[in-house]
């Protein structure tokens, strides 16, 4: 297992990052992904997240955390983050990790420009490459491949889909990060019949904000999941593009992915790239694609306008992934062109053996293929040797999962405030806050 690798390349360690969501996830690796990607480096990293439980909080690279109860007014986050970043006396690059968070910096750009730093997309195209029902759409238009889909507004609607319905059916919400919490819905979930449909479109029908989408399933005999991990800059141009292959997700063949490997596709990364372009998109983004055998066609499921829960995956041979490529970006540095390393594996520790389990059960996988399949993991979620305790605290939210549950269900302000509060974080409680030296040595893992 390696941590990273340190890029010869000057970063200004005097820019700090804040990671921010706006949706409640406790258990999210991928903004611990980008807060040990800068830490590491020396560059000062704040986060917002639930409070001193949650898993990103307990890593040593963390300056300091914003406690804040998702589901607040977004505006009021914002306000106390620009507050702290005038106090810092510089601009702050902002590191959205849900949808929710890149639609709303996007949307607000205008505000938190003399703040922040970030990318500057056309200010409405992260909501509608994150709407399931808008992505569709522009799909159409644009000619780019993607599962047949509908999009019912209407208990109606929905029973007339019944009738020529082939099962299963993917269902997502159109607008997952407006799904309500507490719903029992999740942003992907298969209908093995038309019940199953039927009782997912009740659970929404009454939330205005969202909605359903009905899309093609692709048996898993049929199909590979790939997906594309990419940083485009003002002009578009992708500085830093990776392709791999969701080799497992939980739950299985409708989740996140739990174990990933690098493999380089660059028929798939030639049409991410022209979509880029078609669009005007810049920024960090995260694609996933259905490899459809019956027609050869890799079809676009998902745009995801933010960092990627698996990016840490992709490592070059310089030490850059997408994160640290923005960084060098907005604060005007060039990102230099390193080489893949195909076959690179990252695991999800958490979840691949529930995972896996489930993959046996359906006959696809055995112990010596599961036990082969983690030979390439360079990269895990939550392990790293040189930062334990986000390990340890999702194992210990594991054991105490119900009671933590209980005292939510009590106390539903114990999450966090609605304005901010800054905690201070382990790096800045070692003083640890000088920089690392700008010009770093050329390493290979370690």
């Keep these: 297992m390696t941590t990273t690798s340190t890029p010869p390349v000057p970063f200004d360690t005097s820019i700090a990052a804040i ?124 000619g780019v491949p993607c599962p047949k889909a509908v999009v019912p507004t209407s208990r109606a609607e929905v029973e007339a889909f019944l009738e020529g319905a082939v099962f299963p059916v993917v269902v997502k919400g159109a607008e997952p990060w ?39 399933y692709i048996p898993p005999d049929a199909g590979e999941d790939w997906f594309f991990h990419g940083y485009c800059d003002d002009a578009s141009d992708c500085l830093v593009g990776f392709t791999g292959r969701k080799l497992r997700s939980y739950p299985a063949h409708a989740g996140p992915t739990s174990l990933g490997s690098w493999e380089p596709n660059e028929e798939l990364a030639r049409q991410a790239q022209a979509l880029f372009r078609a669009v005007s998109y810049r920024g960090i983004m995260d694609l996933d694609y259905r490899l459809d055998r019956r027609d050869g066609r890799y079809k676009l499921l998902d745009f995801n306008p933010r960092v990627g829960a698996q990016f840490r995956l992709f490592e070059d041979d310089l030490g850059i992934d997408v994160v640290r490529a923005m960084h060098l970006d907005l604060t005007g540095r060039a990102v230099p062109a390193g080489r893949a390393r195909p076959g690179r594996r990252f695991v999800v520790e958490n979840q691949d053996p529930l995972a896996s389990l489930a993959y046996r059960r359906r006959g696809e996988l055995t112990v010596g293929e599961w036990g082969r399949s983690l030979a390439g993991v360079r990269e895990a979620a939550w392990f790293a040797p040189d930062d334990l305790r986000p390990l340890l605290m999702v194992g210990a939210r594991a054991v105490l999962r119900r009671a933590l549950s209980r005292l939510r269900r009590r106390s539903p302000g114990a999450a966090g405030p609605v304005t901010p509060r800054y905690v201070p974080g382990r790096r800045a409680r070692r003083g640890a806050t000088a920089a690392a030296p700008p010009v770093a040595r050329a390493a290979g893992d370690r």
């Design 178 to 216: 407006l799904l309500p919490v507490g719903a029992g819905v999740r942003s992907t979930t298969i209908a093995r019949t038309p019940d199953d449909l039927l009782d997912l479109f009740v659970r929404v029908e009454g939330n205005q904000a969202t909605g359903l989408l009905f899309q093609e």
């Design 19 to 142: 990671v921010v969501k706006l949706r409640h996830s406790v258990i999210h690796h991928g903004g611990l992904g980008a807060i040990r990607s800068l830490g590491r480096l020396g560059i000062p990293v704040y986060a917002v997240h639930e409070g001193r439980l949650a898993p990103p909080a307990a890593s040593r690279y963390l300056s300091g955390g914003f406690v804040w109860e998702p589901g607040g007014d977004p505006e009021q986050l914002f306000q106390g983050l620009a507050s702290f970043v005038e106090r810092l006396g510089s601009p702050v690059v902002l590191v959205p990790t849900d949808d929710a968070a890149a639609v709303f910096i996007a949307e607000h750009a205008a505000g938190l420009a003399d703040r922040f730093l970030f990318p500057r997309p056309p200010a409405g195209l992260p909501r509608t490459v994150a709407s399931k029902r808008e992505l569709y759409r522009l799909c159409t238009r644009l």
